[in-house]
T-cell receptor, first 112, second 113 residues
Framework: DVKVTQSSRYLVKRTGEKVFLECVQD?????MFWYRQDPGLGLRLIYFSYDVKMKEKGDIPEGYSVSREKKERFSLILESASTNQTSMYLC???????????FGSGTRLTVV | AQSVTQPDIHITVSEGASLELRCNYS??????LFWYVQSPGQGLQLLLKYFSGDTLVQGIKGFEAEFKRSQSSFNLRKPSVHWSDAAEYFC???????????FGKGTLLTVNP
């Protein structure tokens, strides 16, 4: 089975800090995604990547950036964390839409 | 643009009762359709998917879903719910050359003993 690993389950950061959320997949998938999940809003796509060093903005990219230097790793960066970025962050990978996504367990980030 | 509507935010059923979760989609061509389940504090797990062929698809944990093109629907069903089915359920749509899936806002299922 494909495994998607997010490095932290819970994080607490201070306002203004630079925050890195890491995601690693072990099945050579081309496509990787970062979503945030908030009650009542469902999953909202932040960024995705369809190849190494390639990235595209999703629906809510403001305040975030991403990095994909290696195929297996996709990092989400909060340049200057703010309290409104407190959320559950979900990483996913896919070899194509036909196969659906495989999700990591999520990182619950609290910005204080 | 593709979209998904899950009309029910929260559903409560008794253990052993049947279940149907509704999903309506908007997509210009033949869609890829998915149902995912999320247990508290966890990521999403794929239950089943449809992309062509038989419109009734079987998934894991005893779930099934039926694709109805005329109604733009992909409802999830289970004949007898177990307490362990309590979770949040998400419907998603994709298709064509678009890399992205679009998710609904989810339906929270509570199971009463």
């Amino acid at each position: 089975d494909v495994k998607v690993t997010q490095s932290s389950r819970y994080l607490v950061k201070r306002t203004g800090e630079k925050v890195f959320l890491e995601c690693v997949q072990d099945m050579d998938h081309e496509n990787m995604f970062w979503y945030r999940q908030d009650p009542g809003l469902g999953l909202r796509l932040i960024y995705f990547s369809y190849d190494v060093k390639m990235k595209e903005k999703g629906d809510i990219p403001e305040g975030y950036s991403v990095s994909r230097e290696k195929k297996e790793r996709f990092s989400l960066i909060l340049e200057s964390a703010s309290t409104n970025q407190t959320s559950m962050y979900l990483c996913a990978s896919s070899s194509g839409q036909l196969y659906g996504y495989t999700f990591g367990s999520g990182t619950r980030l609290t910005v204080v | 643009a593709q979209s998904v509507t899950q009309p029910d935010i929260h559903i409560t059923v008794s253990e052993g009762a049947s279940l149907e979760l509704r999903c309506n989609y908007s997509y210009g061509a033949t869609p890829y359709l998915f149902w995912y389940v999320q247990s508290p504090g966890q990521g999403l797990q794929l239950l089943l998917k449809y992309f062509s062929g038989d419109t009734l698809v079987q998934g894991i944990k005893g779930f099934e879903a039926e694709f109805k093109r005329s109604q733009s629907s992909f409802n999830l069903r289970k004949p007898s719910v177990h307490w362990s089915d309590a979770a949040e359920y998400f419907c998603a749509v994709g298709g064509g050359s678009n890399y992205k899936l679009t998710f609904g806002k989810g339906t929270l299922l509570t199971v009463n003993p």
